[in-house]
């Protein structure tokens, strides 16, 4: 390993991962890849606090989405705090945790739905992403060392 300051720290095939599934991006920012992990965490935070906005937070519910819920979960550091405190349960079972009582739909859930799913999604292929980007150094090296003198 090189003493070069400019050389970022090496990929670690678990911490990295588990940072980017927790924060979207993180992983990146922490192996020294500051430009994609910067535009990961816009992209994939926007489309997931969008979609909250959209679905007026009823987007991570498991009660109302039970499989829509499995694909936001790629965004773990987002949904698991949210789904512990689902704003629709109160919907459908009375006495859960629930902080707001909808009298309708949103008129945008299903947009908001599908826009935490696909930040979910996305997120998860940043993580295969990143391993690929550890088990195949060679290939990728060059390409990263390009990136990083161009931002």
Same mark, same amino acid.
Request: glycine residues 12%; charged residues 15%; hydrophobic residues 45%.
């Given at each position: 390993?090189?003493?070069?300051?400019?050389?970022?720290p090496?990929?670690?095939?678990?911490?990295d991962p588990?940072?980017?599934?927790?924060?979207?991006?993180?992983?990146?920012? /922490?192996?020294?890849?500051?430009?994609?992990?910067?535009?990961?965490?816009i992209?994939?935070?926007?489309?997931?606090?969008?979609?909250?906005? %959209?679905?007026?937070?009823? #987007?991570?519910?498991?009660?109302?989405?039970?499989?829509?819920?499995? #694909?936001?979960?790629?965004?773990?550091?987002?949904?698991?705090?949210?789904?512990?405190?689902?704003? #629709?349960?109160?919907?459908?079972?009375?006495?859960?945790?629930?902080?707001?009582?909808?009298?309708?739909?949103?008129?945008?859930?299903?947009?908001?739905?599908?826009?935490?799913?696909?930040?979910?999604? %996305?997120?998860?292929?940043?993580?295969?992403?990143?391993?690929? /980007?550890?088990?195949?150094?060679?290939?990728?090296?060059? #390409?990263?060392?390009?990136?990083?003198?161009?931002?």
């Open positions: 390993m090189s003493n070069d300051p400019r050389t970022p090496p990929i670690r095939p678990l911490l588990v940072l980017t599934w927790l924060v979207p991006g993180a992983g990146y920012l /922490r192996a020294g890849l500051r430009r994609e992990g910067l535009i990961l965490l992209v994939i935070g926007g489309l997931f606090i969008g979609g909250l906005v %959209l679905s007026d937070m009823e #987007a991570v519910s498991r009660t109302l989405h039970p499989y829509a819920f499995w #694909a936001q979960v790629g965004v773990g550091g987002f949904t698991l705090p949210l789904a512990k405190i689902d704003f #629709a349960s109160e919907q459908i079972l009375p006495g859960s945790v629930s902080i707001k009582k909808y009298q309708s739909v949103p008129p945008l859930n299903d947009t908001g739905v599908v826009f935490c799913c696909i930040a979910g999604l %996305l997120n998860l292929l940043t993580i295969l992403d990143l391993t690929d /980007r550890r088990l195949n150094r060679q290939r990728w090296g060059s #390409a990263d060392s390009a990136g990083e003198g161009s931002s």
